[in-house]
Nanobody, 122 residues
Framework: VQLQASGGGLVQTGGSLRLSCAAS????????VGWFRRSPGKEREFVAS????????NYADSVKGRFTISRDNAKNTAYLQLNSLKLEDTAVYYC????????????????WGQGTLVTVSS
């Protein structure tokens, strides 16, 4: 499966963005989906994941209550809604797919898209 992330941009603190992850080459409902991010000077970190059906979501503590992961398998696309953005949310965001249809925070992800940059300004 190939993944293409989009939707990043520049937003002020408290604002919102919706990231999209379009899949091709295979149907997304065969995979668990995750979002990760890498901030300047930091290692890549887990943000959120959901199961093949869109249920069984997991979130990093730092984004719980602010970010929402979802997917539309009919459109072969996953999403990450980012609300109440903070300066520390500035990062390159990556979507990924796992052969494990029920991924958790420590699940191995097998396929990665290129990142999309989210910049939060004050």
């Amino acid at each position: 499966v190939q993944l293409q992330a989009s939707g990043g941009g520049l937003v002020q603190t408290g604002g919102s963005l919706r990231l999209s992850c379009a899949a091709s080459g295979s149907t997304l409902n065969s995979y668990g989906v995750g979002w990760f991010r890498r901030s300047p000077g930091k290692e890549r970190e887990f943000v959120a994941s959901n199961a093949w059906s869109g249920t069984m979501t997991n979130y990093a503590d730092s984004v719980k209550g602010r970010f929402t992961i979802s997917r539309d398998n009919a459109k072969n696309t996953a999403y990450l809604q980012l609300n109440s953005l903070k300066l520390e949310d500035t990062a390159v965001y990556y979507c990924a797919a796992s052969n494990n249809p029920y991924p958790r925070t420590d699940t191995k992800f097998d396929y990665w898209g290129q990142g999309t940059l989210v910049t939060v300004s004050s």
